[in-house]
């Protein structure tokens, strides 16, 4: 039972009818879930707005409404007015957990491209340093030893906290997590006192009528989190970086490879073995150490300054710093499989056109015998990313091989046809095998000495979409799978 009176503290609001005395039995935001005597606040979403609903929500017990414009309740029931339902619900489910984000170290990271490796880089050096660590993010929620898939990169504002009350309770230190302008935009973390916000990157993404109006508003977006941390730490080289960072009241550090970034990365080495690829590189400036990470590309550098720039203010040493980089992974992000001795064969999540591109020119700096491009697209999601992600492929690669993604409720052959239009804009060769497992047995099979293998599109996704239904299906089974079957 938590006190009206209490929950409302910390919002700015409006008894239009009732009495904050009294107690609730729960928070409560989904029409679906209302209880008795919980306090229930409307959203207005794209399709469906609780507001009209109200009558029936109060039917089922709702003891007080939260709500954004006047509505009708019955006597008995408490109507609380708020500018935003969005933001108020925030701040009430910090209050109803206890706010449990004053009992942790939290640390956000925003930006186009990087967030979820940069997430997982940071969380892997602090536990190797001795800290106990929570994450949030685009692949799944981790709490101890709770793996708990993720529907969205940052959720919804309740389950954030609830998260946060847990990690609590399990004895974190420290949550990183992923923040995304969308979970921004609807104040899914308002009210969290961040200690440390990170900026990796700004590119056009996201633009469009169930997301963000224009570029400028994404930007602007972003640039919140830097209103709501007590340091800011910022990827100087970016083109938006004074766009993003304006008006913000952090203490600030930056990163990059410009000479005036506090820590300042030179002298950047690419590697390349049998089943390795890898960067080394110096960082001057607020440190001065040589690094070596086993992820490819000059944007592994820069997620991996972000890393070290925050590991510095929870004191760790340098050389905890330096064994935890070589060994730290991110499922589904360049992830490298142990195959052969001949060639890498690679799991990526590159999903559309630009982060295609970016994983494919990346690899194609290491001057691999072949690289062989192997990627399906998503049925009911646009057209354009297919005619797109096949004129990449055909474009950078030696050799793509087109197969099935998540068809959803589409034939896969019509989404091969599509990706096919685009692959016909280039020159470049490219095979159909529509059944994922056979086209992994296909490169495998056909691997030849110094090529360098991507399968894209997947990452750390465990399952197929086919007609409404998911079905298991991991990438590193089916490689093990064709091993074992190649083997006999």
């Known amino acids: ?93 910090a209050a109803y957990f206890d706010h449990p984000a004053d009992r942790l170290k939290v640390i956000g990271i925003t930006g186009t491209k990087g967030k979820t490796t940069t997430t997982f880089m940071i969380k892997g050096i602090l536990e190797h340093a001795g800290y106990r660590v929570g994450l949030i993010g685009t692949i799944e929620t981790i709490i101890g030893e709770t793996h708990i898939p993720a529907n969205n990169t940052t959720p919804e504002s309740y389950l954030v906290q609830e998260y946060f009350a847990q990690m609590v309770e399990a004895g974190c230190q420290i949550c990183v997590m992923e923040v995304s302008s969308q979970g921004l935009m609807m104040h899914r973390t308002a009210g969290i006192p961040f200690e440390i916000g990170i900026f990796t990157n700004l590119a056009p993404d996201h633009i469009g009528p169930n997301e963000h109006a224009s570029f400028e508003e994404y930007a602007a977006c972003k640039g919140r989190l830097f209103r709501q941390c007590r340091m800011g730490i910022a990827n100087a080289d970016d083109g938006h970086f004074e766009q993003v960072l304006e008006g913000h009241t952090c203490t600030l550090e930056t990163i990059g490879f410009s000479e005036k970034a506090d820590y300042r990365a030179s002298g950047v080495e690419l590697i390349g073995r049998p089943g390795y690829l890898g960067v080394r590189y110096h960082i001057s ?10 992820v490819p590309g000059t944007f592994s550098v820069y997620n991996s300054l972000v890393a070290i720039a925050v590991c510095e203010h929870f004191n760790v040493s340098a050389d905890d710093l330096r064994e935890a980089l070589k060994v730290v992974k991110t499922k589904g992000r360049i992830e490298m499989v142990p195959v052969s001795e001949d060639f890498i064969l690679m799991i990526d999540y590159a999903h559309n056109a630009m982060s295609l591109e970016s994983l494919l020119l990346t690899l194609k700096e290491y001057h691999p015998k072949r690289l062989v491009c192997v990627f399906g697209c998503g049925g009911n999601r646009s057209r354009l990313r297919r005619y797109e992600m096949g004129e990449v492929s055909g474009r950078l690669a030696d050799l793509t091989v087109i197969t099935s993604d998540n068809p959803r409720f589409e034939e896969p052959q019509a989404i091969m046809d599509d990706i096919k239009v685009g692959m016909g804009r280039t020159d470049g060769a490219y095979v159909e095998i529509c059944d994922r497992k056979e086209a992994i047995r296909y490169v495998i099979e056909h691997g030849q000495k110094g090529d360098v293998i991507v399968l894209a599109g997947k990452g750390h996704e465990d399952y197929q979409e086919i007609k409404g239904k998911k079905y298991p299906m991991d990438e590193r089974d089916l490689i093990r799978e064709v091993l074992q079957e190649l083997s006999e």
Do not use: W
């Open 285 to 294: 400036g607020k440190m001065d150490m040589d690094v070596e990470i086993d």
């Open 1 to 93: 039972m938590k006190s009206v009176s209490g929950l409302l503290e910390n919002l700015d609001y409006q008894i239009i009818k009732g009495t904050r005395e009294g107690e609730i039995t729960a928070l409560v935001y989904d029409s679906r879930r209302v209880t008795k005597d919980c306090m229930f606040v409307c959203i207005k979403g794209a399709v469906y707005d609780s507001h009209e609903h109200v009558e029936e929500i109060t039917a089922k017990g709702a003891r007080v409404i939260v709500a954004e414009r006047e509505v009708e309740v019955p006597e008995g029931v408490t109507l609380v007015l708020v500018a935003d339902t969005r933001y108020a619900l925030s701040l009430l489910s």
